[in-house]
């Protein structure tokens, strides 16, 4: 049996999104910069998928941009945004919990003389937003909290926070990592406040290698990249219009049976929980997760990486965390303070509209036997 309980990290591509970039990529393959007719159509079929996204994401067309995933748009978020407010100040506000897509270009920055403050997670992984507020200072250019945190499916209070932001100075501009939260956690960007949002195809079942950036209207960014003009000159570079036709596919099937999804997820996330702590002797729960389909359990005294390796032996797909840290330690457990036996057994659990209680059930008899069977205790 292969059980794959790992949806965070990526999900199957779906009938429709697979079936949307056949098509595109064999009888509509034109280059809509191409101005012939077999291009124009092409730019024209761009276009309604830009508004189907545009559709999901509670926003204008105009605002969508299309880039080739979560790291590049986060990255491009948050390089533009302290281009865009260099005048104003050197300082960024993040958190301590963020993906390394948002870290990493912040702890470069920081070694170019900006001045970052990381804001900690309470023991359940939620921000504070008055810790934000006295965070605040007038040199102040950006703020990046993620939406859903991938490792513990905990929601960030983004809208709360972004008002407050905006209240201090509307000049700061807010930007958030919601790759996890996407069609997962009903929200508009509208209704968020935020001015920059990135997500990403390949965690709502479209396939790797296309993600979006949502850019509010009137905010004036700098470029991406330089070249041919697409994407109103942010985004230069031939669209990938079969990745586009599949994520619009993707979108749509969301839309349509969204809120299905989100119960059968949150129905089986609760399963889990209760049956993997009857089950395994021991095993703990790190966080429950507000998202409907991220938990993280910990066996503890047993690595991590035994764990996965171990479940992985007998056909079970979970991870230690996130699957960009490559098994590195996971930031996101540490910021927690969890005590270090508890932290260095964690795992996350992750689940899709396809998950099924035969999996939970798999996993929680795998667990049980390696438990008992005492390796790595």
Not at 221 to 234: A, H, K, N, T, Y
Request: hydrophobic residues 40%.
């Amino acid at each position: 049996m292969f059980v794959y309980l790992d949806h965070a990290a990526t999900t199957p591509v779906c009938a429709e999104a697979t079936q949307a970039a056949l098509e595109e990529m064999t009888a509509a393959f034109g280059n809509p910069s191409a101005r012939h007719a077999f291009g124009q159509q092409a730019a024209q079929r761009l276009e309604e998928r830009r508004a189907v996204v545009a559709e999901a994401l509670g926003c204008t067309p105009e605002e969508v941009f299309f880039t080739s995933c979560g790291t590049e748009g986060d990255n491009w978020a948050i390089q533009a945004a302290v281009e865009h407010g260099r005048r104003r100040g050197r300082h960024i506000i993040t958190t301590a919990i963020e993906h390394s897509a948002v870290l990493e270009p912040i702890k470069a920055l920081e070694g170019k003389g900006w001045s970052v403050t990381r804001l900690k997670p309470n023991r359940q992984g939620r921000i504070s937003p008055e810790d934000l507020r006295a965070a605040l200072r007038e040199d102040t250019v950006l703020v990046s909290m993620m939406l859903v945190n991938n490792e513990l499916g905990t929601l960030q209070p983004v809208a709360e926070c972004a008002r407050i932001v905006k209240a201090y100075a509307p000049e700061i501009l807010f930007h958030t990592d919601a790759v996890q939260g996407f069609l997962k956690v009903p929200f508009t960007v509208k209704e968020l406040g935020v001015d920059l949002l990135t997500v990403s195809g390949h965690k709502i079942r479209a396939p790797k290698g296309i993600g979006v950036q949502y850019i509010r209207s009137g905010l004036k960014l700098s470029p991406l990249l330089r070249g041919g003009g697409q994407e109103r000159g942010l985004r230069p570079g031939t669209e990938p219009t079969a990745q586009i036709a599949a994520l619009s596919a993707a979108c749509r099937l969301w839309m349509d049976h969204g809120a299905e999804y989100r119960a059968h997820m949150e129905s089986l996330k609760a399963y889990a929980l209760e049956q993997l702590p009857a089950r395994v002797e021991g095993l703990e729960i790190v966080t429950p997760g507000d998202a409907p389909h991220i938990c993280s359990v910990s066996l503890p005294g047993y690595p991590s990486e035994m764990l996965v390796r171990a479940l992985s032996d007998q056909g079970i797909c979970v991870s230690s965390g996130s699957a960009c840290h490559k098994g590195k330690p996971s930031h996101v457990f540490a910021a927690l303070g969890l005590p270090k036996r508890t932290a260095m057994g964690v795992l996350r659990i992750s689940f899709g509209p396809t998950s099924t209680r035969d999996e939970v059930d798999a996993l929680a008899d795998a667990l049980s036997a390696i438990r008992s069977s005492r390796v790595g205790a």
